[in-house]
C-alpha cells in the first residue's frame, strides 16, 4: 500500500524559502498527478499546486504563482514543492495527496501524507 511522508518544513523568516519533499515509499507515485495542500489553523484546507504525471503539467493557486514550483523525480518516487519569497500568510500544515488520476485537477485521492508544518514569522 502506498505510504507518503513530507519533509522539509519548518520556520523561516519572511522572504525565505523551503523546499518540501512528499516521498512515496510501498508503490509508485509514477502515474499519478499529486497535489499539494496546505491548512492554516482555523481554515480549511487548499489545494496549492497540482502535478501531472509526467511533470510537464502543474497547475497553482493564484497567491503562490511565481513563488512556488512543483516539481518531480519519478525515479526516486518524490514529489517536491519549492517555496520562495514565503509570507506568513503561507504558513499551515502542508499536505500532499496521489490522485487516482495521472492528470490534474485530481479530486480523488488515494493516499495522503501525514502533513509537514511551515511557519513564516513577519
Known amino acids: 500500500q502506498l505510504q507518503l511522508a513530507e519533509s522539509g518544513g519548518g520556520l523561516v523568516q519572511f522572504g525565505g524559502s523551503l523546499r518540501l519533499s512528499c516521498a512515496g515509499s510501498?508503490?509508485?507515485?509514477?502515474?499519478?498527478?499529486v497535489a499539494w495542500f496546505r491548512q492554516a489553523p482555523g481554515k480549511e484546507r487548499v489545494r496549492i499546486s497540482c502535478i501531472g504525471s509526467g511533470g510537464e503539467y502543474t497547475d497553482y493557486l493564484d497567491s503562490v504563482k511565481g513563488r512556488f514550483t512543483n516539481s518531480r523525480d519519478n525515479s526516486k518516487n518524490t514529489v517536491y514543492l519549492q517555496m520562495n519569497s514565503l509570507k506568513p500568510e503561507d504558513s499551515g500544515v502542508y499536505y500532499c495527496a496521489v490522485g487516482r488520476s495521472s492528470t490534474c485537477p485530481a479530486f480523488d485521492f488515494r493516499a495522503w501524507g501525514q502533513g509537514t508544518q511551515v511557519t513564516v514569522s513577519s
Open positions: 510501498g508503490g509508485s507515485l509514477g502515474l499519478s498527478a
